[in-house]
């Protein structure tokens, strides 16, 4: 049902070195054509877990008689999937509205929806700021999107903010919106159970739960009978994933969720993400080396190289742990396994020693790609709560350049040693400079460019890389 639709995304997986984030993408859903009788315009912002949702959110909708389309000034439902991770992301919401708004005025019998991590922060509140909202649905609500559509058709309002501590929507089908055809989410589990200070999700998307692992299988068999190559199962903290079957009869952990993913076939390949350096096992890291296909990459955040930090983030770990994870990755996997990171510049009275702690962390690791960001407060939170948000915005904004430029290093470094290299390439689509050439990504994440030659998306193709640059590897294919 679900055409392969295009994106208009700049996909975060094209390994962004600063601020340009996973949480600071927007897609937009472009057309699926079945005649369908009012229209849906759905756009996502923040984390993968997101997109995915509204993926389940169109499956919803789609039984309801709505097609998704990209013309917003024709949508007779806009919905914002939002982010709520820093403060940036909200305004750009609700500037979005405000543009939305000039829309309605032309069409007036236009829906404006709000779902999402704003959605369950801000709750009925978002009415009463932002007028021209008529619904306000949470994460955990989606499957009373068509009873309050009908409630919004009849000229109420409509609010489900509700948290669940079993919704999973294992049984829904995603519609695979901005799809290449090739790679695909599987959201594995819900929620966030523990409480990084600065953080906010936890608040927005509730308790941890793990989806049944039959239906994540089964959705991944499904995936490869469509003729996709790849599935990055996602969750806030996968190594804790953990599923039990009613009567007590199955135990699947992460490393063995995993293992089922990447047998299903040698030609499918696994990604995961985000891995909690405080969960992450031995036992994925064995399961990883184990198979082939799945990917030598991992996502380990560390948010901070100081470990006074690192308790008042509440993350649960020191400097000395995470060193010993990295050390273990490395024994088990070897340098080939790439590491990637997130970190936050300027957390509550961090001093310049400490900050100075995690630039020696990420030459200590030197990973291959990372996430940054300044710390930005926000309500609710135990640090907005406990601590003040004292390093002043300069000194935000000076370390994480510092922490950028560290980065741009490391990743020209990386992935100057894949150059003489031969590496495996699943092809993804065209580059974007030149339909002559096509691009891709190896195991360990690194964007890969080269001659098209007779190759399509979907190939695996061994290219030899001749060049590199901070973001990309170029290359000529071999087979
Ligand atoms: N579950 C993942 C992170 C999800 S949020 C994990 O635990 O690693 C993605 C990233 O946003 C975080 O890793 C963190 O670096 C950043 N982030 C979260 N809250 C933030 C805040 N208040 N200010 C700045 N960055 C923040
Ligand atoms: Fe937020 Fe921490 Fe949960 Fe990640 S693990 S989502 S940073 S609370
Ligand atoms: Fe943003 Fe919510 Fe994801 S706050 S980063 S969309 S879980």
Request: hydrophobic share 35%.
């Amino acid at each position: 049902m679900a055409q392969p639709l295009l994106t208009l995304d700049f996909l975060d997986r094209a390994a962004p070195v600063a601020e340009a984030t996973p949480a600071g993408n927007v897609r937009v859903t472009l057309p699926t054509r079945t005649g369908r009788q009012r229209k849906l315009y759905i756009e996502s912002y923040g984390c993968q877990m997101n997109f995915s949702d509204s993926e389940i959110v169109s499956s919803i909708l789609f039984d309801e008689g709505f097609d998704t389309t990209d013309d917003l000034a024709n949508a007779d439902l806009v919905l914002l999937n939002t982010c709520s991770i820093r403060e940036k992301a909200e305004q750009t919401v609700r500037m979005r509205l405000k543009q939305i708004n000039s829309h309605k005025k032309r069409k007036p019998d236009m829906l404006v929806g709000v779902l999402g991590c704003m959605a369950e922060r801000l709750k009925s509140k978002f009415l009463e700021e932002e007028k021209i909202v008529d619904l306000v649905v949470g994460p955990d609500a989606y499957r009373d999107l068509p009873q309050l559509i009908a409630q919004v058709d009849g000229g109420q309002k409509g609010v489900n903010v509700l948290l669940s501590r079993e919704e999973t929507y294992a049984d829904i089908t995603p519609v695979r919106l901005n799809s290449n055809g090739v790679s695909a989410f599987i959201s594995i589990m819900r929620g966030c159970d523990n409480m990084c200070s600065f953080c906010v999700v936890p608040f927005t998307r509730g308790r941890e739960r793990s989806r049944d692992a039959h239906s994540i299988v089964q959705e991944a068999r499904d995936l490869v009978a469509a003729g996709y190559k790849e599935v990055t199962l996602l969750g806030q903290n996968v190594d804790s994933y953990k599923w039990a079957a009613a009567n007590g009869s199955e135990h699947v952990n992460f490393a063995q969720l995993l293992e089922r993913v990447a047998l299903i076939s040698p030609e499918l390949r696994v990604r995961f993400s985000t891995s909690h350096p405080k969960d992450i096992t031995d036992e994925v890291l064995h399961t990883m080396a184990r198979h082939e296909n799945i990917c030598k990459y991992i996502h380990l955040p560390a948010q901070s190289g100081n470990s006074r930090v690192l308790a008042l983030m509440n993350r649960t770990y020191d400097r000395a742990w995470y060193e010993e994870r990295v050390n273990r990755i490395r024994e088990i996997l070897g340098e080939d396994c790439a590491i990637s990171t997130d970190m936050i510049a300027g957390f509550c009275s961090e001093t310049e020693e400490e900050h100075a702690d995690t630039k020696s962390l990420m030459h200590f690791v030197k990973y291959d790609m990372a996430y940054q960001f300044f710390y930005s407060e926000r309500p609710g939170t135990l640090a907005a709560r406990k601590l003040a948000d004292d390093v002043p915005l300069e000194t935000k904004k000076r370390r994480l350049q510092e922490l950028i430029d560290i980065q741009q290093v490391h990743s020209a470094e990386r992935n100057a040693r894949a150059v003489g290299q031969v590496h495996k390439v699943l092809v993804e689509n065209f580059s974007k400079r030149s339909k002559d050439d096509l691009s891709g990504r190896n195991s360990q994440n690194q964007v890969v460019i080269f001659p098209k030659g007779n190759f399509k998306k979907g190939d695996y193709v061994n290219v030899l890389v001749h060049s590199s640059s901070a973001s990309t590897l170029l290359g000529e294919a071999l087979n």
